[in-house]
């Protein structure tokens, strides 16, 4: 009977084994190893730049830094003496296009293509280098700015498709355009005179959009009858919903995210998240950080964000809110969050060595551009 008995328990043993029943005895699978960072400096020092008039008529869309001291600026800025619009030739009582030197900023009027297809002042949402030049983008088209020359291309579709207020170039050099109520798109070609359309897959607004790779997307998404929010992977036409431990807090209407170098960063003004993993969602951490002022109970919520290696991202928002990560830390600037120099940075644009914010004063209203140069 006891050999009976040995069998039968060395039987069930190897049945155990054989369809991987748990042991209580054996300790769980060890938590993937986070890499650590290597870090970079923290030290800024900060340099203002105030333009346009006293009031609330300055309005700020994008900034492009080459380097500190070539800077492009768009948006609709009141002048004290009219402008010349190229190419009509017609005065201006604004600016669309802005130009810091180092030493001196440059006022242009700029013609683009208007609703009805005639070209006049317009709007610039968007400014970024293409290929070594300046693009200035619309919903309809864009204007490349040469050094002898200024070219304005229109989208042949822009009749029958959406106007597209928002536009960046993804990593894999792609030209995207996108609004929240809209949708997404791209174009194929830098010399193209159209556009791709994406099929985002949900009616819901499109609250922040980045590329990880050709035709694989992220986007924060947000439902307005429930005010919820999600975020969406959208890879070769396949829509996934990404879910994560954490995302309750983190992804509400106002969140923003980054995706610089294989991290992807979500942040919300109180709470910031580094994802290391879309695949293992115990690949992530809450960023550390003392970024509330409890004595002026002020918080910026974040509106901009950009980086330029893991460790080296910016985040900007209400209350002069100027939030650099450095690999390990998150810094808030509390020189910037001054009285006499309340702003919101409504864009930025970092480069190797400097990060160039543009907006408006809280202040006075005038326009802003603030420098921040590493020591």
């Not at 959406?162 to 050099?173: D, F, H, T, V």
């Not at 924060?220 to 890879?235: A, F, G, K, M, V």
């Not at 294989?262 to 115990?282: A, H, K, P, T």
């Not at 330029?308 to 985040?315: G, L, T, Y």
Request: aromatic residues 14%.
């Amino acid at each position: 009977m006891r050999a009976i008995r040995n069998s039968l328990i060395l039987f069930v043993a190897l049945l155990c084994i054989i369809a991987g029943c748990d042991d209580p005895t054996t300790p769980p699978d060890p938590l993937p190893e986070f890499p650590e960072m290597d870090t970079t400096s923290h030290e800024y020092s900060w340099e203002f730049i105030s333009f346009g008039r006293v009031g609330p008529y300055n309005g700020v869309t994008s900034v492009y830094a080459v380097s500190d001291s070539d800077i492009w600026i768009t948006g609709r800025i009141p002048v004290d003496e009219p402008l010349i619009n190229y190419p009509t030739g017609h005065p201006s009582d604004y600016a669309n296009v802005i130009h810091w030197d180092g030493r001196k900023l440059e006022y242009y009027s700029i013609a683009g293509k208007l609703g009805d297809g005639s070209i006049g002042p317009y709007t610039f949402r968007n400014v970024m280098r293409v290929d070594g030049y300046i693009w200035l983008m619309t919903g309809m088209g864009y204007t490349e700015l040469t050094e002898d020359s200024v070219r304005i291309v229109q989208f042949e579709s822009y009749r029958e498709s959406p106007q597209y207020m928002k536009s960046e170039i993804g990593r894999s050099g792609r030209i995207y355009l996108w609004d929240e109520n809209v949708g997404l798109a791209y174009m194929p070609s830098y010399s193209s005179k159209d556009f791709v359309v994406v099929d985002v897959q949900s009616s819901d607004e499109i609250r922040d959009f980045t590329e990880i790779g050709i035709d694989d997307y992220l986007l924060i998404r947000y439902n307005l009858p429930t005010h919820t929010s999600w975020i969406q992977r959208i890879t070769n036409g396949q829509s996934i919903v990404i879910t994560h431990p954490e995302f309750d807090e983190t992804v509400t209407s106002r969140a923003y995210q980054l995706w610089v170098g294989e991290n992807y960063f979500v942040c919300e003004g109180r709470y910031y998240m580094l994802i290391q993993s879309l695949d293992d969602d115990r690949m992530y951490k809450v960023l550390p950080h003392a970024l509330y002022y409890p004595e002026e109970e002020t918080f910026g919520l974040i509106v901009t964000t950009s980086g330029r290696a893991e460790n080296d991202v910016f985040f900007g928002g209400h209350y002069s809110t100027v939030v650099h990560f450095n690999g390990i830390s998150l810094k808030r600037y509390s020189e910037l969050y001054k009285h006499d120099r309340l702003f919101l940075p409504i864009c930025m644009s970092i480069t190797n060595n400097s990060i160039a914010l543009a907006g408006h004063s809280n202040i006075d209203g005038k326009a802003l551009l603030v420098i921040g140069r590493k020591r």
